[in-house]
């Protein structure tokens, strides 16, 4: 993994400050979150795989503006960048005490018949893999303090399923008994573990969309408007937050009611 981080970019003064961890932080719901996060109070690394532009004008913006943020990257698809991306948070700011599970990847939409086994494996690998991967690395040092929130992102399509998105459904479905499992093995260390299921969310996760899809997906909304990123960080910064304090194994649906 190259490591092009450096603590001459850090911002504001590290001491006393939470650390939180947002994977695929560069960009839409995850830079919402690490916005969130760090106005906040916390340390906050943006990890990020390709969107490193992104990724590095927000650290700027942010310890620019007095806060406190690092960008890192890392695949979170495979285990030993996870890994070092803990690692990193470790140095740079001390043991996490947040990690949000936001990277992932969808496929334009299709019949299972047309998805390819090797589509599958990779949207599995990152949004379950990645999530599982992330999870395996944080948790020593969560326990060890006896101390942590973990916040996953599912989806909507995740709780109900989605037609024509059965690889992106049964990832984010397996994102969601990760959530469940992990919540009863760690509950007794102290930390927990809750997910978050976004509906239609504006972002370019679905900029394949033309506007009337979109238009028309926000009308079936009972809330009749798409989602914005800011809609998902709040709800993922509660559930971090002390306010979630007997919060744990829970889906969260951010979706307007529902489609
Ligand atoms: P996005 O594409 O802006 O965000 C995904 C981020 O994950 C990107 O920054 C991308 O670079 C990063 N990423 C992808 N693979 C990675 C990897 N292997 N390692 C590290 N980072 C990686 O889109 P978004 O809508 O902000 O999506 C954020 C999360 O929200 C995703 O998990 C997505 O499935 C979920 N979600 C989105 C919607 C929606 O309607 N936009 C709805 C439900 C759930």
Redesign the pocket.
């Given at each position: 993994m190259q490591d092009n981080t450096d603590n001459t970019r850090l911002g504001g003064t590290t001491l006393h400050r939470p650390a939180a961890i947002i994977?695929?932080?560069?960009?839409?719901?995850?830079?919402a979150c690490v916005r969130r996060f760090a106005r906040e109070g916390y340390s906050v690394v943006i990890?990020?795989?390709?969107?490193k532009a992104?990724a590095l004008a927000l650290e700027r913006e942010l310890n620019k503006a007095g806060q406190c943020a690092l960008a890192v990257k890392?695949?979170?698809?495979?285990p030993e960048?996870a890994e070092a991306l803990i690692a990193r948070c470790v140095e740079a700011f001390g043991a996490p005490e947040v990690l949000v599970n936001?990277?992932?990847?969808?496929l334009p939409q299709k019949l299972i018949t047309e998805t390819e086994p090797r589509e599958f494996d990779r949207v599995m690998r990152?949004?379950a893999g990645?999530t599982y991967n992330c999870c395996r690395a944080v948790l020593p040092h969560m326990i060890r303090r006896h101390s942590g929130a973990i916040v996953n992102?599912?989806?909507?399509?995740g709780v109900s399923g989605g037609s024509c998105e059965t690889a992106?459904s049964a990832s984010?479905g397996a994102i969601i008994a990760l959530t469940k499992a992990l919540a009863k093995e760690v509950g007794p260390s102290g930390i927990r573990v809750n997910c978050v299921?976004?509906?239609?969310?504006?972002?370019?996760?679905?900029s394949a969309l033309d506007a009337e899809t979109l238009a028309g997906l926000a009308d079936a909304a009972p809330l009749c408007r798409l989602?914005t990123?800011e809609d998902?960080a709040d709800a993922v910064y509660y559930l971090a937050s002390a306010n979630a304090a007997f919060i744990t194994g829970q889906v969260l649906g951010v979706d307007g009611g529902g489609i």
């Open positions: 994977t695929g932080g560069g960009t839409g719901i995850g830079a990890n990020y795989r390709r969107s992104a890392a695949d979170v698809s495979v960048q936001n990277a992932g990847i969808s990152v949004n990645g992102i599912s989806s909507i399509w992106y984010k299921a976004p509906g239609v969310i504006d972002t370019r996760m679905n989602g990123p998902v």
